[in-house]
């Protein structure tokens, strides 16, 4: 799901008291691609759905319906690195070819990463920052098993339950009232549950922004993603592996200096997935605090 690889948390400024004036720019940031500040603290809370479905029509198909809430928080401790960490709580509800429902609640895989600023084009509200990230994705999920004491397909679960590596690179600018952010990142899944290794995961973003008002602001942008295959027992799932689209638009209300609200729509334009699978509908809603 392209809405976990960059999620568009957007935090506007407000008065002086508001963490953008504090580094010299009023332009909206996005958690995790913000111009760091040193002590620099923020939290957000997001609500994401959407749908899925993998295999043939009568025969083997799956259809998913996904909720996720991501609870993540941002730390910078000096004006070039920041810390994040986000935990999802994931609901799937999974529908077999022969109607029968499975229902899973339970915690995802935790996201760790490090984000640092290796170019700026000035200490002081600089207009172009360029970063390196890296970061980690822990096996926190819950495993979920079938009646014969079995784990579950990957689809039933939470989470890969996997030790998945991170390394990406991003570019921000700032230009006021207009501002653009370009992420590349790549995901490296190990084995996980049941003998199941996901897809190795290449995910761009572009996305930009207009800020007509201090308190509003809109989005529009690309998401792409190209994946390699998964693998169950060293044998290739034909359903893993390709490529998709995503176009966004997105809206940002500030209705307090320190709180930012956010809604965002994903619609795929290209599918270009392996074997039977569609993806669908995204839609992100979401709240950031800064502290």
């Known amino acids: 799901m392209i809405a976990a690889l960059v999620g568009p948390f957007w935090v506007a400024s407000g008065a002086s008291a508001c963490g953008t004036c504090s580094v010299g720019d009023p332009t909206l940031t996005v958690i995790g691609f913000e111009q760091p500040k040193a002590h620099r603290v923020r939290t957000s809370a997001a609500l994401r759905h959407r749908n899925d479905s993998i295999g043939e029509t009568n025969l083997d198909r799956l259809t998913l319906s996904e909720q996720r809430m991501e609870l993540a928080g941002a730390y910078s401790p000096t004006d070039r ?45 600089p207009r172009h920052l360029v970063s390196l990230i890296t970061g980690l994705e822990f096996p926190t999920s819950t495993i979920e098993y079938g009646e014969d004491g079995l784990p579950l397909p ?7 339950g996997s030790w998945d590596p991170i390394a990406g690179s991003s570019y921000t600018m700032f230009m006021d009232p207009w501002s653009l952010y370009v992420s590349s990142i790549a995901i490296f899944p190990t084995t996980g549950i049941a003998d199941t290794r996901a897809s190795t995961s290449f995910r761009q973003t572009v996305l930009g922004q207009y800020q007509p008002w201090s308190f509003l602001a ?69 709240l950031v605090y800064e502290i």
């Open 218 to 286: 809109f989005q529009v942008g690309v998401e792409f993603r190209i994946d390699g295959p998964g693998y169950i027992s060293g044998i290739r799932d034909p359903n893993t592996g390709g490529h998709i689209t995503y176009g966004t638009l997105g809206i940002v209300g500030l209705p307090h200096e320190k709180v930012m609200l956010h809604v965002t729509a994903a619609l795929p334009m290209v599918q270009r997935l392996d074997g039977t699978h569609r993806e669908g509908f995204s839609f992100t809603a979401g």
């Open 81 to 125: 690195l920041s810390f994040s960490l986000m935990m999802p709580l994931v609901h799937r509800l999974i529908t077999e070819v022969n109607l029968a429902e499975a229902n899973v609640w339970a915690p995802g895989d935790l996201d760790f990463r490090v984000r640092g600023v290796v170019w700026r084009d000035r200490k002081f509200a």
């Open 154 to 160: 990957l689809e039933f679960q939470a989470g890969t």
